[in-house]
């Protein structure tokens, strides 16, 4: 029970300091699926999203992307192109657009959108193949987006 109150605290605190945050449903995309406006007003910290980017549990962008930056985390799928340069070819916004609904931009991608928890076909809980029985959260946080933003940013051609 003290625990279950400690977490609860932590909530209440976390929800009141992250007051700013926009929610998933409140995105405003472009016409072309750029988001113009930061999701929580915290600039992005890139290193943090190097690690999202390579971590399965989080981004995984490497599961269908190569990243030379990332070279020493094992395994880039080719599912989709290599993200080397892409902080030429897109602007911060349109990587935000990208990173929080990839459909907004390439439709009917393959590509999750990763701030997003309404609107799917058959949304289930995780991995369980049931119905969820809790509402749904992104698969990254709106700072966990803003990170991985930073960091896609920063891979230019050499
Ligand atoms: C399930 C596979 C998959 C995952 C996971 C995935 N992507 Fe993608 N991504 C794609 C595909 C496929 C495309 C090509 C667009 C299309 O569908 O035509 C793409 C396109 C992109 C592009 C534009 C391509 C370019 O010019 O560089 C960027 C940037 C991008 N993804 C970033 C990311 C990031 C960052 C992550 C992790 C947070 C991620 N992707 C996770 C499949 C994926």
Not at 23 to 46: C, H, I, M, N, R
């Amino acid at each position: 029970m003290k625990r279950l109150s400690l977490t609860l605290a932590a909530c209440l605190i976390g929800s009141a300091a992250l007051a700013a945050e926009v929610a998933p449903k409140d995105v405003q995309f472009d016409e072309y699926g750029a988001v113009a406006t930061s999701l929580t007003g915290t600039a992005g910290d890139a290193a943090n999203g190097a690690v999202i980017a390579g971590t399965k549990s989080q981004g995984n962008c490497i599961a269908c992307h190569q990243i030379t930056a990332l070279a020493e985390v094992p395994f880039h799928g080719e599912i989709g192109p290599s993200l080397d340069g892409a902080g030429d070819r897109w602007s911060e916004a349109e990587l935000r657009g990208l990173m929080t609904n990839a459909k907004m931009t390439f439709d009917g991608t393959m590509m999750p959108a990763f701030y997003k928890v309404e609107g799917f076909i058959r949304p289930g809980d995780a991995y369980t193949g049931k119905a969820p029985t809790e509402a749904l959260t992104p698969i990254l946080s709106a700072q966990q987006i803003e990170d991985v933003v930073a960091f896609i940013a920063t891979l230019k051609e050499e």
